[in-house]
């Protein structure tokens, strides 16, 4: 009985792991942006995008995020508002990496 009880409790605790996400929050600006060359810009444009993609997973109505809802609904929040601040700061650094790749004339 104890053993299923735990099974339970650790089959409910992965569902409601699995329905968090947590994309990176990049900052804006940063020290060596200046030094950058064109190919570092496009590759962290393309690490932004893949921020994104892992944002907006946190926004939509997933199954697993549906479960954590369903088990432990302050998570939601916590994912939706962690999705927020992460897809912002992505938008803001990307902003700052396209000024940056017209000011050094990059072509991609």
Request: with cysteine; hydrophobic share 45%; proline share 2%.
């Amino acid at each position: 009985m104890k053993t299923g009880k735990f099974l339970g409790l650790l089959a409910a605790g992965s569902l409601i792991l699995a329905g968090c996400v947590s994309p990176e929050v990049v900052t804006t600006n940063n020290i060596d942006d200046a030094s950058l060359t064109c190919d570092e810009i496009k590759t962290q444009m393309g690490q932004l995008d893949e921020i994104r993609a892992e944002a907006k997973k946190g926004k939509t109505a997933s199954g697993a995020n549906v479960a954590a809802a369903i088990l432990f609904w302050p998570a939601v929040i916590g994912n939706y508002s962690n999705a927020n601040e992460a897809m912002n700061a992505a938008n803001k650094r990307h902003e700052v990496l396209v000024a940056l790749a017209k000011k050094k004339r990059c072509k991609f």
